[in-house]
């Protein structure tokens, strides 16, 4: 399935670790999607008349899990998961410098920037939407750390946002002043984990180790 391999797939569900460079849906330019791989992997399956629905997006730079529904009548189980916070999303990131905290919990409302369409911004109190991200660290070498972070809410650019409200922002993450990178955008959605909407059977699924982000894997 082109460079977007899949992790888990069965009659409702199906999961595929993103590239980078990669939209998940279309944007109007009429450029290939996510969304369209999957539906190709699908119809080479004898399922073309399946139209995947992504759960959730990852930004075209991130890669990643990325789960989508198969199965229009397991949607609204799937929606009441993400809005009841019952899905869990973990991350991870490397930002340079050594990260101070062992752990951190960034509870600071976001919104939209005012002078830069592209952009969000952390929030006064009171405006805003809620945003909660916790951060732990996982490992310093090599002047960078390794970061893993599960989201508590679900806003554009929130882990993006909420870690160079800290000081360290994202390597290769030029919108909000990360180092530069000859790899890329290094954040990746690592594991997920949520209820089946059919079985109800908790699941965990989880990409292969991104060595890009850092060389081997980490303990957890």
Sequence with gaps: MDDARVIYEDEVLLACDKPAGILVHGD????????DVVAGHLAAEGRAGVRPQAVQRLDVETTGLVLFSLDRAAQ???DAQVAGHDMRKCYLAVVAGRFPWAQRDVRVPIGRDRHDARRMRVCH???GKPAETRVRRLAVRDGRSLLLVELGTGRRHQI???LASLG???VGDALYGGARS???????????ELDHPVTGE???LET???ARLWPEPVGL
């Excluded at 109007?28 to 969304?35: D, I, M």
């Excluded at 000859?182 to 997920?192: M, S, V």
């Design 202 to 204: 908790r699941l965990r």
């Design 160 to 162: 993006r946002v909420h």
């Design 76 to 78: 609204p189980a799937l």
């Design 208 to 210: 292969a180790w991104p």
């Design 182 to 192: 000859t790899r890329g955008l290094l954040l990746h959605a690592w594991r997920e």
């Design 125 to 127: 109190p009171g405006m």
């Design 28 to 35: 109007g330019t009429g450029a290939r999607t996510l969304t």
């Design 168 to 170: 360290f922002p994202v």
